[in-house]
């Protein structure tokens, strides 16, 4: 699937995920690598949706800014 939305309104999402639940970007990444080897985007989202009760929308932003973050670790 991926990204289905502007990098504007993905950073807005971002910026709410530590007001709305409750955890701060760094604990999801945490949480992301301690958890499932999902391959696919979906997968991810499903699970941190189903697993920790999330908005579809704040498990997206949390997947698709942990891929970001990590393709940038690699690059540099």
């Not at 971002?14 to 007001?19: A, G, L, M, Q, S």
């Not at 009760?53 to 973050?69: C, N, P, Q, R, S």
Request: aromatic share 10%; hydrophobic share 35%; glycine share 8%.
């Amino acid at each position: 699937m991926g990204l289905n939305h502007s990098e504007e309104t993905h950073q807005r999402l971002v910026e709410k995920v530590p007001r709305c639940t409750g955890r701060e970007m760094a604990e999801w990444f945490r949480l992301m690598n301690d958890g499932p080897s999902f391959l696919r985007f979906d997968d991810r989202v499903r699970w941190l949706s189903s697993e920790y009760a999330l908005a579809h929308g704040h498990a997206t932003a949390i997947v698709h800014e942990y891929d970001l973050v990590k393709g940038q670790r690699r690059m540099g």
